[in-house]
């Protein structure tokens, strides 16, 4: 079986039900469950004999050996993190334990397990680490997209803490050999997106009748990218990725986020007008800058395409009226994942 660290977040669970779909692989889903994570994302999994969960903290290692011991995986796909980067400025306490205390667990305890192995099981073991492209840091508007030589330069608490763990990645590789596969990726989007996140708060304020928050002059730039082809990308490297090699993954989606909002906006124009006739886009509120925010990312994605011969499916038009439709048709899901701690980050964050 694949072991699954962060299952029960954004694009953990979409791996995991992509996966399911798609394989006959049982999946162990090791997840803490905080506030990022949903169990009732995988509400349609829970009695699949397939499907194993684990609430446990990726930082505490005799959990995590136990169920290695237990479930015997092939590899570790490791998503677990904290993720959000207005989290990180007001609390980064919590993003250095799990992003590189938990990855460090998570990479030792691989390690330890790896060493057991012998033949076959030994050839064919993997540790993908699943990363992001803020560890490159911001580009000016003319800079060339980042590649996999880009140097490190990130800027948040949050993009130093995943910089950090892929070098300990980089470092298990280099020193004990751990047959490593590291991705870094833009900006995700797609079903079941936490929203604090800009496409799903969006969506979810738009139609609470509630004001849509641009931080700054809504120029900042990001590459978008559908998180099913993000899962895509990541079935890809697991299977062909050449241990110790990193991969960048983007969606080919420069877009300003005045410009996505307007998007998301115009599709909801379309697909569920105002009551009383306004359009979505009066809703929109420029506010104060995110401290030290990014201006631009970009990701060179020749890499993965010309050695594994991933590209994405969607354009950004098609994944977000998929996006738009899935929130419209999901509410209860909204609902369940929108509790106390939620509303307490929205009117704590934005005051
Ligand atoms: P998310 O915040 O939606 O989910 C994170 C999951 O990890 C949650 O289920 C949470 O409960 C779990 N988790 C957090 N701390 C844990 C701990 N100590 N032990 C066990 N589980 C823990 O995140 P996401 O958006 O799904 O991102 C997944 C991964 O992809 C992260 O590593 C992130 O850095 C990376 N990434 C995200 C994006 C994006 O746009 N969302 C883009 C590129 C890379
Ligand atoms: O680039 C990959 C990264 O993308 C991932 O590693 C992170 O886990 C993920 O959260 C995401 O980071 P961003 O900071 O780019 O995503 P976020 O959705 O928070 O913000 C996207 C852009 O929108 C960013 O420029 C900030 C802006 N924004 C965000 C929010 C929440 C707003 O203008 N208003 C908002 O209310």
């Known amino acids: 079986m694949i072991l699954v660290t962060g299952g029960a977040g954004f694009i953990g669970s979409n791996f995991i039900l992509n996966w399911l779909a798609h394989r006959d692989e049982p999946v162990l889903n090791v997840d ?23 609430q446990v903290d990726i930082c505490d290692r005799e959990a995590i050996d136990g169920l290695i011991q237990k479930h015997q995986p092939r590899a570790i796909l490791h998503f677990a993190a904290e993720s959000h980067v207005d989290r990180s400025i007001r609390g980064p306490g ?76 980089r470092a298990w590789h280099h020193t004990y050999g751990l047959p490593t596969l590291t991705t870094n990726c833009s900006n995700n989007y797609g079903p079941y997106q936490f929203p604090e996140k800009l496409i799903p708060l969006t969506i979810t304020n738009a139609l609470g009748g509630k004001a849509l ?102 354009t950004f038009e098609t994944g977000l009226h998929k996006t738009v439709q899935w929130y419209l048709d999901n509410t209860e899901w909204v609902e369940g994942v929108t509790s106390g701690e939620y509303r307490c ?4 964050h934005y005051v």
Not at 42 to 53: A, I, P, Q
Request: glycine letters at 8%; charged letters at 25%.
């Open 32 to 54: 803490k469950l905080t506030y990022a994570g949903n169990a009732a994302t995988l509400r349609g999994v829970e009695h699949d004999s397939r499907y194993v969960f684990a």
């Open 94 to 169: 919590e993003f250095v334990q799990t992003n590189v205390v938990g990855t460090f667990t998570m990479l030792e305890a691989a390690t330890a397990w790896y060493r057991t192995l012998s033949g076959g099981q030994r050839e064919a073991f993997r540790f993908l680490h699943v990363s992001t492209d803020e560890v490159y840091g911001s580009l000016e508007p003319n800079d060339p997209a980042f590649n996999e030589r880009t140097p490190y330069a990130p800027s948040s608490p949050y993009s130093a803490s995943k910089a950090a763990s892929d070098h300990l990645v």
């Open 213 to 314: 928050p641009v931080y700054g002059d809504g120029r900042n730039v990001r590459d978008w990218l559908y998180v099913e082809d993000h899962c895509e990308a990541i079935d890809v490297v697991l299977d062909r990725g050449v241990p110790g090699e990193t991969y960048n993954i983007g969606g080919c989606n420069e877009l300003a986020n005045i410009d996505v909002v307007k998007t998301i906006c115009r599709f909801l124009d379309e697909l569920k007008p105002t009551s009383s006739g306004v359009p979505y886009a009066q809703q929109i509120q420029f506010v104060t800058d995110r401290p030290g925010h990014d201006r631009r990312y970009a990701i060179d994605a020749r890499r993965i395409e010309s050695e594994l011969g991933w590209r994405p499916a969607q």
């Open 345 to 348: 980050w929205i009117e704590t």
